[in-house]
């Protein structure tokens, strides 16, 4: 019975647990409310309802190269290509930057449909053809069944260049300046020995060609407004401007490299954007709209190329079982926001296999979300009987309980709140790198009133995902309940400038103004202990 092990799951470090939480638990007993009897066997196998399936493996395949994953049901050879482009994309760009390999932890995920219609129930906006996913397992882009390869780079390498920017020099970077950054390597070009670098970006001359270009100081202070036509607008001229910037030197335009990286840190110090742009650039806000005019009318642009050998590192393929489908799938459509297709690929299982465990989780998580709470907590003891010492369970378990928590009051709470703990420390146990069960220990010790531990829990962690979303979020609210307004800021100051999430985003605001951060604050500044952008290195 799952309840037998869910005991044993939370006796087994009961002391250490005692002392992590300071609690005052009277019984080693844990209580149920499970039904028993035939009536709830019925229950539950009615609600649980598996597919019948076979074990067997499906289209879906998974590509592995040294850092990126691929997870595909296209042709081969088109997931094959993506994942080469991608080594490659990724050496080039280490390359222009002048980083190194040491800061990347783990490897990039990407989701390649084939099915037009898998891929509209995980983004029903059709003019949306790839995305971006933060997660607490790492970075996921996913592209539509409609995307052909030529405008894969165009979409994920522009995403992935937000990555590699804040995982190696986590600066809260001016919008435009990441935004242009990004799009001006995403139009490189690979060739068979190369890459070239500093073509035109076909979809933004178009913007330009249509709608002309942005003063160079709204680009520093946009309107608010979620006008698709402004942003494109906006995008466009932030991508010529870096252009102008980074490469209008070998386009007969002056050298503005040099002044660039005062200039950054000069307007994140809140300095007036036209005083700083004569005094570093050398030129009047009038002068460089003007000169970005005559620079995006030119019908070609000089750049260079870059020598870039083809990938010849391992590349391992895996044919995925229906399991794993179901729970790659499952778990994509979660984090997209997308729980009732999630439930789809999650009862998508063969239940007699080991390997469904992972999927029953993540099905648990789901299923507590939406208050079938007895459902939850049958199908997670499922998955931990399978897989006592699988970290992902363990983590979807302390989700459960932690939620179950919330919900309850007195003893209930007490106990909830002591099983979510104890699967999060296993987790962590077994994985060191279990960011999302550090989140919900860091929880607990908040609620326990221990918000140093907190902080130093989720500190150890930072290091290695300094660039998660959350991460930061969760060390910038800590800190803020402190009152420690310059523990939270830089924390608080990437979720506003990295986030694709706008409720995210105004969370972190919200903090920040309970903090009493100064409005001139709230705008990107940069990181004085990182104090060097990442730009194009001399050619």
Known sequence: MYFLSLTE???????????????????????????????????????????????????????????????????????????????????AALMLTGHSESAMHGRAQVFLFNRSRDYRELQPDKAIAGYFLDTWQGPRMVVGADMGLANVGLVLFHEYVHYLMRTHNPLNYPLWYEEGFADLLAASSLENQGMVVGLVHQWRRKDVDRDGLLPVLELHTPQDTNNARYWSRYYATAWVLMHYLQLGHLNQQADHRAGLRAYLASIGRGEDVAQALQRYLGVTPEQLDAALKTYAEKKTWMGFRLEVKPYTGPLVEKRLSVNDVAYLLG?????????????????????????????????????????????????????????????????????????????????????????????????????????????????????????????????GFYSRFSSDVRLNLELGSLHAAKRDSAGSVNYLQRVIAWDHADTRRQQARKILQMVAVSSEKLEAELDEVHAVPIQILAR
């Not at 250490?16 to 196998?45: C, H, K, P, Q, Y």
């Not at 007195?410 to 709140?417: I, L």
């Open 9 to 91: 799951s939370c006796r087994y470090n009961r002391r250490f647990l005692d002392w992590i939480l300071e609690g005052n638990v009277s019984s080693m007993g844990i209580t149920s409310s499970v039904v028993t009897g035939i009536r709830m066997a019925v229950f539950m196998a009615a609600c649980l309802y598996m597919h019948a399936v076979s074990a067997k493996a499906t289209s879906w395949v998974e590509y592995t190269s040294n850092h990126f994953v691929v997870y595909s049901d296209r042709k081969p050879a088109e997931a094959r290509r993506i994942l080469e482009d991608f080594e490659r994309f990724r050496e």
């Open 331 to 459: 778990d994509l459509a979660y984090r997209s926001g997308q729980q009732n297709v999630a439930l789809e690929w999650l009862k998508k299982v063969d239940a007699k296999q080991n390997s469904v465990a992972r999927a029953f989780s993540i099905r648990a998580v789901i299923e507590q979300h939406q208050n079938r709470n007895e459902l939850a907590r049958h199908v997670l003891g499922l998955a931990l009987k399978h897989s006592p010492n699988d970290p992902y369970v363990l983590t979807n378990a302390a989700h459960v309980y932690w939620d179950g928590a919330r919900n309850e009051s007195g003893k209930s709470a007490e106990e909830n709140m002591l099983r979510a703990a104890a699967h999060a420390l296993h987790a962590i146990q077994v994985d060191a790198d279990s960011l999302e069960a550090a989140y919900f220990l860091a929880k607990i010790y908040r609620y326990r009133d221990r918000i140093d531990d907190a902080i130093a829990l989720l500190e």
